[in-house]
C-alpha cells in the first residue's frame, strides 16, 4: 500500500467519524417542516382546545402558552411573557402547557419570573401544536380565536397586546 492509499484511507476514517459525530449530535436529521402559522390558525380557529388537565368553561378568555424547557425561542421571549403576566389579571387567564412535567414546568415559570394561571403537563400535540413556542387565543369555553407561533418581533408583541386589550 502506497502513501497515498493509506493517506485516502485516513481521509474515509476521519469523514466518516465525522459523519457520525454529527448524526450522533442530532445536527443532521430529516424532520417534517411544522405547519406555518396561518396554516395552524386556519386549522384551529373556531375549534374548541382539549388537553388532559385543561378544563373549560372559565370565566374570561384565556391565552394558552404552549412552551418547553429547552426551547431558546421560548426564554428568548421570556419578557414578552412577563408583561402578558402583569397585565392579565381580571382581564383574561394565562395559561402555560407544557410537554415536560408540571413541577419541571413550575420551577422553569418561577425561574422565569413568569407567574400564569395555572400550568398543564400534556403533549402539544393534544393541543394541535408541532413547535414552540406558542400563543393561543380562546374564549371563556376554549374556542380558539387567534394562534400566534415562534419567537416573535416587537411589532407582532405589540399586535397581540392590542388584540388583547382592545378587542374582548
Known sequence: M???????????????????????????????????????????????????????????????????????????????????AAKSPGKFDLIAVFPQSKPLAEQYLRDAVVPVSEVVSAPLNTISVSGTPTLILVDRNGRVQDVWVGRLSDARERQILARLFVSG
Open 2 to 84: 502506497n502513501a497515498l492509499d493509506k493517506a485516502a484511507n485516513v481521509a474515509v476514517i476521519v469523514g466518516v467519524a465525522a459523519f457520525l459525530g454529527v448524526l450522533a449530535r442530532h445536527e443532521w436529521t430529516i424532520h417534517s417542516s411544522p405547519p406555518s402559522e396561518s396554516a395552524l390558525r386556519a386549522s384551529l380557529t373556531g375549534k374548541n382546545l382539549h388537553a388532559p388537565g385543561l378544563e373549560f368553561p372559565r370565566p374570561r378568555r384565556s391565552l394558552v402558552l404552549a412552551l418547553s424547557v429547552g426551547c431558546h425561542f421560548c426564554i428568548e421571549s421570556t419578557p414578552f411573557y412577563r408583561k402578558l
